[in-house]
């Protein structure tokens, strides 16, 4: 079974960190560009950021550029969200997703991934 699963949500003060996962169980992650969305509540599902399977190339949304990293561990088949200096604007379900074809001009088209995760939610408030 193909499984997306998003864990290292929580509650966190405005300038806190946190660490978001995603571990995959029935695909390779390494073969799958992945990508990091969110939706706050009432908006629509926003790209954060994506890494390549290609050449590990990364890019990110420039809402999150500067404070968040994107990051793979092959060997946990794990792709982790690093998000640094946060803010309630921050503040939002995040999601994981996976495809193996989307190019570096469609990568904030959610729907040209095939796997999604659950999603984490990510609270940012003082």
């Known amino acids: 079974q193909v499984q997306l699963v998003e864990s290292g949500g929580g509650l966190v003060q405005p300038g806190g960190s946190l660490r978001l996962s995603c571990a995959a169980s029935g695909l390779t992650l390494e073969n799958y560009n992945v990508a990091w969305f969110r939706q706050a509540p009432g908006k629509a599902r926003e790209a954060v950021s994506c890494?390549?399977?290609?050449?590990?190339?990364?890019i990110y949304a420039d809402s999150v550029k500067g404070r968040f990293t994107i990051s793979r561990d092959n060997t946990k088949n794990t792709v982790y969200l690093q998000m640094n200096k946060l803010t309630p604007e921050d503040t939002a379900i995040y999601y994981c997703?996976?495809?193996?074809?989307?190019?570096?001009?469609?990568?904030?088209?959610?729907?040209?991934?095939?796997?999604w995760g659950q999603g984490t939610q990510v609270a940012v408030s003082s």
């Open positions: 890494i390549y399977n290609s050449n590990s190339g990364k």
């Open positions: 997703a996976a495809d193996q074809y989307v190019g570096s001009t469609s990568w904030f088209l959610s729907s040209l991934y095939d796997v």
